[in-house]
């Protein structure tokens, strides 16, 4: 008890507790170590700041806020924390209560005050859902025979994305029959695709955003299914999917599961997740250069701050319609949450643009936007504007815009359409 009381003191407890889960829990561990160290941190602040006259020892019950804050804000990213992390806040709550640094009375206000921080970071961050978007599933024009060996299966492997190496022999493994391809990205990338396509039946990849975006656009220009397999720091898409490894992407092709989704055009370039205009293309390389370390949604606030503070206004037209805008993100389909933290999708197949935008046209409005986000407000927002449309018009009043999809940039035209490509895009998923 007296050295579980020193660790939590020190808050060494729920850092090491953050490492765990990060390089343990995958995506969802990576969450749920940022959102618990952001609830421990929140709760000791109050507890040590605007509550710390109410206690009878002054902010002596600040370790019991930070363990409750930590188990609340990180369970609720990853359910099947919550029995464990639970039972070691309230050991440290017992721990202070065995040794007569608290009495009974601070340590329950204490534990109410961090699980109720925890649960208000929903608010400004709302949680990930653990399931995949809808497809549907294809029965017409495509019907996919199964290939329990992985005959004609042709996978091209971007060892150079993702920080976990190369997964190319769990691919042999689980698919023998399969010819896998090991590339390190850029121009080999490209030729390895095209290569498959001409001579694969199925199109596999693994890879990030980037690499799945290049083999979808092939694959769906060819009339090739796609094989998607997780490979990247973050797999957007490959989740969407509800590929979460390699076995899931595998038994996917052993039983021959289809689905067909959306894909995306912006100015003629292919996309499966998001693209965007104006400073959000700035916006996009800030915080990738952040999301790996403190979270996409974090990442994005920091990168949101950064850019708005040196960004140049874009005007064009968006369906005739004058705009002034400091930047336009375009998601393949309905994204959620609302606002510029945009995490996940319910559907894949919603034949809609998600278009979101932040206007240059008011007074004071990249303050406005910073503090309605901060203050949970942007959808009530006037430089705020979300539309949800099948295709959308753009005409550059500044001549040829920078534009970026799915975490690439490119030099775009100064008129263009973005829209749904007019066949949808054949993947593998996993039973649901």
Request: aromatic fraction near 6%.
């Amino acid at each position: 008890m007296i050295a579980l009381r020193r660790v939590a003191d020190s808050s060494l407890l729920w850092v090491v507790g953050a490492g765990v889960l990060a390089l343990g829990g995958g995506r969802f561990g990576r969450r749920a170590a940022l959102r618990g160290l952001v609830s421990a941190g929140l709760a000791s602040a109050v507890a040590q700041g605007p509550l710390r006259p109410l206690a009878r020892n002054g902010p002596a019950s600040r370790p019991v806020t930070s363990a409750l804050g930590f188990a609340v804000g990180a369970a609720q990213e990853l359910p099947l924390t919550a029995a464990p992390l639970a039972g070691l806040a309230s050991a440290v709550a017992y721990s202070r209560v065995q040794r007569g640094v608290d009495d009974p009375g601070d340590v329950v206000a204490a534990a109410v005050i961090g699980t109720g921080i925890a649960l208000a970071t929903r608010r400004l961050w709302p949680v990930a859902p653990h399931t995949p978007a809808e497809t549907r599933r294809v029965f017409e024009p495509t019907m996919i025979d199964p290939s329990p060996e992985g005959d004609g299966v042709i996978v091209v492997v971007n060892s150079s994305a993702g920080p976990g190496g190369s997964c190319a022999d769990e691919v042999r493994s689980e698919l023998p029959h399969a010819e896998v391809i090991e590339i390190g990205g850029g121009d080999e990338l490209e030729a390895a695709l095209r290569d498959a396509v001409r001579r694969a039946l199925v199109v596999g990849v693994s890879g990030g955003d980037g690499s799945v975006n290049a083999a979808a656009t092939l694959a769906a220009e060819n009339n090739k299914p796609l094989f998607v397999v997780p490979g990247g720091t973050l797999n957007h898409f490959a989740f969407a999917l509800g590929v979460m490894s390699v076995a899931d992407a595998a038994e996917a092709v052993r039983v021959g599961r289809t689905v067909a989704v959306d894909r995306a055009v912006i100015d003629g370039h292919s996309f499966v997740n998001t693209a965007s205009i104006g400073s959000y293309v700035d916006l996009v390389d800030a915080r990738e250069r952040l999301e790996d370390r403190i979270g996409k949604w974090p990442a994005m606030m920091v990168a949101l701050v950064g850019v708005l503070r040196q960004a140049d206004p874009v005007e064009l037209e968006l369906d005739g319609d004058l705009k002034r805008v400091w930047m336009i993100f375009i998601g393949n389909c309905r994204y959620h949450p609302a606002g510029f933290g945009p995490s996940w999708r319910e559907r894949l197949d919603d034949g809609l643009l998600d278009i979101r935008i932040v206007h240059a046209s008011q007074p004071w409005s990249r303050t406005r936007l910073v503090a309605s986000v901060l203050a949970g407000r942007l959808a009530r927002c006037a430089v705020y504007e979300q539309r949800f449309v099948p295709s959308v018009r753009v005409r550059s009043l500044q001549g040829a815009l920078r534009l970026a999809r799915d975490g690439e940039t490119f030099d775009g035209s100064a008129e263009f359409t973005i829209d749904k490509a007019e066949e949808p895009l054949v993947v593998y998923v996993p039973k649901p």
